[in-house]
């Protein structure tokens, strides 16, 4: 089976920078991707790490380090409009398995 | 217009009742999939279907059922509804050799 670690919350203030860590045990890997959801919303795709290493989209990066079976998803200047949830999930045969998401709140 | 539709958007029903709910996709996409989500547990998957003949159980598909009536369209449906199905109801959809998924805008589920 899959299973994924996430913070379930996380503050940061407002132009600061903020990483939201994802552990991950899984049977099989494709790869490491990011979701974002505001309150109310649908999940929206942010970025995805088939590789080690660090993936950059604007503000936003994400990380991959599969001897780790460890990814981060990090932003930069933060703003308000940052506030959300944010979901790790794991690629895998057939599926892919969600984190249970962390609520970032981004503070003035 | 959006590439995911989902209806209802909101529903409230009364426990023992037949629901089902709709997904439609304009995306070209072979593969589906329902989600359930819960405060604090993330995005569960009930079931997922690859092509028109193609349905699999997720893992927490007891107490649902899907249909999946063509490449575009595939339907979740509780028998019987009980409370404790009270949720928001995801699809979504992928293109097979990819991981992004695409979501419809949810379905508010309220089982009274």
């Known amino acids: 089976g899959q299973s994924l670690e996430q913070p379930s919350e996380v503050t940061a203030v407002e132009g600061a920078i903020v990483q939201i860590n994802c552990t991950y045990q899984?049977?099989?890997?494709?790869?490491l991707s990011w979701y974002q959801q505001h309150d109310g919303g649908a999940p929206t795709f942010l970025s995805y790490?088939?590789?080690?290493g660090l993936e950059e989209t604007g503000r936003f990066s994400s990380f991959l380090s599969r001897s780790d079976s460890y990814g981060y998803l990090l932003l930069q200047e933060l703003q308000m409009k940052d506030s959300a949830s944010y979901f790790c999930a794991v690629g895998g045969y057939q599926k892919v398995t969600f984190g249970t998401g962390t609520k970032l709140q981004v503070i003035p | 217009d959006a590439d995911v539709t989902q209806t209802p958007r909101n529903r409230i029903t009364k426990t023992g009742k037949r629901i089902m709910l709709e997904c439609s996709q304009t995306?070209?996409?072979?593969?589906m999939y329902w989600y359930r989500q819960d405060p604090g547990l993330g995005l569960r998957l009930i079931y997922y279907?690859?092509?028109?003949?193609?349905?699999n159980k997720g893992e927490i598909s007891d107490g649902y059922s899907v249909s999946r009536q063509a490449q575009a369209k595939f339907s979740l449906s509780l028998e019987s509804a009980i409370p404790n199905q009270t949720a928001l109801y995801f699809c979504a959809t992928n293109q097979g050799g990819t991981d992004t998924q695409y979501f419809g805008p949810g379905t508010r589920l309220t089982v009274l």
């Open positions: 995306k070209g996409h072979d593969r």
């Open positions: 279907s690859f092509d028109v003949k193609d349905i």
């Open positions: 790490n088939a590789l080690d």
């Open positions: 899984t049977s099989g890997f494709y790869g």
